[in-house]
């Protein structure tokens, strides 16, 4: 079974708009215009992405529990 993909948006006004390749970088889709505004939409990253090597490594260590980062094969 698939899971729907969540979505996160954004909306500014178009003359604060500023690089809008700059938003494309972050993942960002222009989805709609109306009024003066920009609506943008992305994938919403999951909780796993959302954490932070150093947010992994602060509440590993408020868990006294000794924190290492997983590393790939070696080339």
């Known amino acids: 079974m698939t899971h729907p993909e969540k ?9 604060d708009a500023g690089d809008l390749n700059a938003l494309g970088a972050q ?14 939409k992305r994938p919403a990253m999951s909780f796993r992405e959302r954490v932070t090597l150093d947010q992994k490594r602060h509440y590993y260590g408020l868990l006294g529990v000794p924190f290492e980062v997983e590393k790939g094969p070696s080339s």
């Open 27 to 40: 993942g960002w889709e222009l989805v709609g215009v109306s009024d003066g505004r920009l609506y943008f």
């Open 7 to 15: 979505w996160e948006y954004l909306a500014i006004a178009e003359q």
